[in-house]
T-cell receptor, first 114, second 117 residues
C-alpha cells in the first residue's frame, strides 16, 4: 500500500525568502511522485514529477524537488517565494501497475507575506 | 499540452434533483478518467475510476447508485449526482490520462462546485 504524509498543514513565508514544503512517502514499490498546486476554487496543476530518472526534479515556476530514497522524502523547494505562489500544494504518490491511482497528501497551505 | 474541461464549473440545485457534471479531454483520448471529491480545506478523495466502454470502479464507501458514472466515449465521462442532498455539496474534480502517452501523468479539470440547497 502507498501513502504520503505532508508534515505541515500551513507554511508562511515572506516574499523573496525560500520555500520548503515537506513530504514523506511510503510505498512497496518504486513509486512515481508528484507535486500539484491548487489555487482557490481551481483544479490541480502539475508542478513537477519524479518517475525514477534524475532524483533532482525541476518543475514550473522555479520549483524543484529532490527524491531521497534513504529518507523516503520528496520535499518541494523554491529559492525565492512570490506572492503568486500562495496556494494549496499536494504531494502525490502513484505506484507502478496501480492504474494511475493516485494517493494524495492532506495538502499544505502556503501563505506568502509582504 | 493536454487539457481537460469540466462543465459546469459551478451549479446550485434543489434537494432531490439530479445533477450531471461533464469531463472532457479536449486534445487527447482518455481511456481512463478519475473522479474526485474535495471537501473544504481538505485533500482530494478518489471516488471512482471511469473506464471507456465498461463499468466504473468505485472506491470503498462510495455509493454507485448515488454517483452514476458513464464513460461512453474516449473523450467524455459524466458524473451524475442523483437525488442530491445538502451533504452532497462539494467540489468535484475529474482527471484523465492520455491513452497514447507513456507518461504516468494525469491532467486535472478545473473542478465543479456543487451546492445543494
Amino acid at each position: 500500500a502507498q501513502s504520503v504524509t505532508q508534515l505541515d498543514s500551513h507554511v508562511s513565508v515572506s516574499e523573496g525568502t525560500p520555500v520548503l514544503l515537506r513530504c514523506n512517502y511510503s510505498s512497496s514499490y518504486s513509486p512515481s511522485l508528484f507535486w500539484y498546486v491548487q489555487h482557490p476554487n481551481k483544479g490541480l496543476q502539475l508542478l513537477l514529477k519524479y518517475t525514477s530518472a534524475a532524483t533532482l526534479v525541476k518543475g514550473i515556476n522555479g520549483f524543484e524537488a529532490e527524491f531521497k530514497k534513504s529518507e523516503t522524502s520528496f520535499h518541494l523547494t523554491k529559492p525565492s517565494a512570490h506572492m503568486s505562489d500562495a496556494a494549496e500544494y499536494f504531494c502525490v504518490v502513484s505506484e507502478p501497475g496501480g492504474g494511475n491511482k493516485l494517493t494524495f497528501g492532506t495538502g499544505t497551505q502556503l501563505k506568502v507575506e509582504l | 499540452g493536454a487539457v481537460v474541461s469540466q462543465h459546469p464549473s459551478w451549479v446550485i440545485c434543489k434537494s432531490g434533483t439530479s445533477v450531471k457534471i461533464e469531463c472532457r479531454s479536449l486534445d487527447f483520448q482518455a481511456t481512463t478518467m478519475f473522479w474526485y471529491r474535495q471537501f473544504p480545506k481538505q485533500s482530494l478523495m478518489l471516488m471512482a475510476t471511469s473506464n471507456e466502454g465498461s463499468k466504473a470502479t468505485y472506491e470503498q464507501g462510495v455509493e454507485k447508485d448515488k454517483f452514476l458514472i458513464n464513460h461512453a466515449s474516449l473523450t467524455l465521462s459524466t458524473l451524475t449526482v442523483t437525488s442530491a442532498h445538502p451533504e452532497d455539496s462539494s467540489f468535484y474534480i475529474c482527471s484523465a490520462r492520455d491513452g497514447n502517452s507513456g507518461a504516468n501523468v494525469l491532467t486535472f479539470g478545473a473542478g465543479s462546485r456543487l451546492t445543494v440547497l
